[in-house]
């Protein structure tokens, strides 16, 4: 079982710059792999950044490639998200999760955090 937090999101300027944290709890969390991934109102929960559960392997959606980067402190039990350079269109809900393998497919997930929202004004 793991129980995942996450915070760190807010209104920022398109080129700027915000890290999301994801707090986690459980006895499992150093050994699964965690996920972020984003839902715009209207839209689908979309894939955002992937990390294996000892940070050797990551995967990114193309949109964020470059800009985005996941890492995981195991020893803190804490996934996070730098964003850099800023979209409007990276306005979303984001989300973090942990499940069994490095995978961009949300079904595969098995523990949701409540989401934190960011917003990027143009």
């Known amino acids: 079982q793991v129980q995942l937090v996450e915070s760190g999101g807010g209104l920022v300027q398109a080129g700027g710059s915000l890290t999301l944290s994801c707090a986690a709890s459980?006895?499992?969390?150093?050994?699964?792999?965690l996920g972020w991934f984003r839902q715009a109102p209207g839209k689908d929960r979309e894939f955002v950044a992937s990390?294996?559960?000892?940070?050797?392997?990551?995967v990114y959606a193309d949109s964020v490639k470059g800009r985005f980067t996941i890492s995981r402190d195991n020893a803190k039990n804490t996934l996070y998200l730098q964003m850099n350079s800023l979209k409007p269109e990276d306005t979303a809900a984001y989300y973090c999760?942990?499940?069994?393998?490095?995978?961009?497919?949300?079904?595969?997930?098995?523990?949701w955090g409540q989401g934190t929202q960011v917003t990027v004004s143009s």
């Open positions: 990390i294996s559960w000892s940070g050797a392997y990551t």
């Open positions: 459980g006895r499992t969390f150093s050994t699964s792999a």
């Open positions: 999760a942990a499940g069994r393998e490095t995978t961009t497919a949300s079904g595969l997930y098995d523990y």
